[in-house]
């Protein structure tokens, strides 16, 4: 378990990343985040971290996630393909794929949890069971903060990593 930061020079891309704000933006309005269950937000980036999920495979109404949220998982998937060589050989397992991206909303546990149905579990439990390695990209609006310590170690301190947007994570899951 282990985690990098990324310069792929997206603090500069200022106009990205408010686009990417205001794409999220719309997936609010058109209600596509939800609350996992426990289950699933302790699986991805904890309570505060995944405090509502929407996934970038779902569009809007007007057939698109947003120009600013598609560059960054066209961007997501340029880094993948790029560095899934080196990382497959520095851990030892092939990487060979990506699973579609989620837009994690930061912040305090609210809302109706989103029930998981058995074809949303048998999802979760195969990007989970074969997920390698977790990439986020922070779009802001403010400075968040990473807490990381092994998830098999509860003992462990946390480390924690500085998060402004446009900073690039992989983090070893």
């Known amino acids: 378990q282990g985690f990098c930061v990324v310069d792929c020079g997206l603090k500069e891309k200022q106009d990205i990343l408010l686009a990417a704000r205001e794409n999220a933006a719309q997936f609010d309005i058109a209600e596509q985040f939800f609350r996992p269950e426990?289950?699933?937000?302790?699986a991805l980036l904890g309570d505060e971290g995944s405090a509502r999920i929407a996934r970038l495979g779902l569009r809007q109404e007007n057939g698109s996630v947003g120009e600013g949220l598609l560059y960054l998982?066209?961007?997501?998937?340029?880094?993948?393909?790029r560095t899934a060589p080196f990382i497959s050989h520095m851990i030892g397992l092939d990487l060979t794929s990506r699973t579609g991206g989620v837009l994690h909303e930061t912040g305090p546990l609210e809302g109706i949890v989103q029930k998981l149905t058995e074809e949303a579990a048998s999802e979760w439990l195969a990007e989970l069971t074969f997920g390698c390695v977790m990439c986020i990209i922070s779009i802001g609006?403010?400075?968040?903060?990473?807490?990381l310590r092994p998830h098999d170690d509860e003992e462990a301190a946390v480390f924690k990593v500085a998060s402004p947007p446009g900073t690039v994570l992989f983090l070893r899951s």
């Open 73 to 81: 998982d066209e961007e997501l998937t340029s880094l993948a393909n």
């Open 38 to 42: 426990e289950l699933v937000f302790e």
């Open 141 to 147: 609006p403010g400075y968040g903060e990473l807490e």
